[in-house]
Nanobody
Framework: QVQLVESGGGLVQAGGSLSLSCVAS????????MGWYRQGPGKQRELVAS???????NSADSVKGRFTVSRDAAKNTVYLQMNSLKPEDTAVYYC?????????????WGQGTQVTVSS
């Protein structure tokens, strides 16, 4: 059973920064891609940023230039650095890990961490 444990959420003023961490219970290279999703009040869960096994990153247009996803394989950890935060970034942020092959696919989720940005 894979476990993903997020940390680093909290309350911050608009324009501030937060850094989220996601520690996996096994090597992050066993996953095809790891990512950060968020779900704001009354909204659907959406992809924020992701990083593939090969290190290719991707991010939503709404966070480009402000959020950066990175990893430390030695620590089995993926990070999300969030700068210039806006009130609309308020959400529960979830870490995701995808392990898939030709005939199967598994998604693992963390418990979520709350990020609140005050105006």
């Amino acid at each position: 059973q894979v476990q993903l444990v997020e940390s680093g959420g909290g309350l911050v003023q608009a324009g501030g920064s937060l850094s989220l961490s996601c520690v996996a219970s096994r090597s992050i290279f066993t996953f095809n891609v790891m990512g950060w999703y968020r779900q704001g009040p009354g909204k659907q869960r959406e992809l924020v940023a992701s990083i593939t096994r090969d290190g290719i990153t991707n991010s939503a247009d709404s966070v480009k230039g402000r959020f950066t996803v990175s990893r430390d394989a030695a620590k089995n950890t993926v990070y999300l650095q969030m700068n210039s935060l806006k009130p609309e970034d308020t959400a529960v942020y979830y870490c995701n890990a995808n392990h898939s092959g030709r005939y199967y696919g598994y998604d693992y989720w963390g418990q979520g961490t709350q990020v609140t940005v005050s105006s």
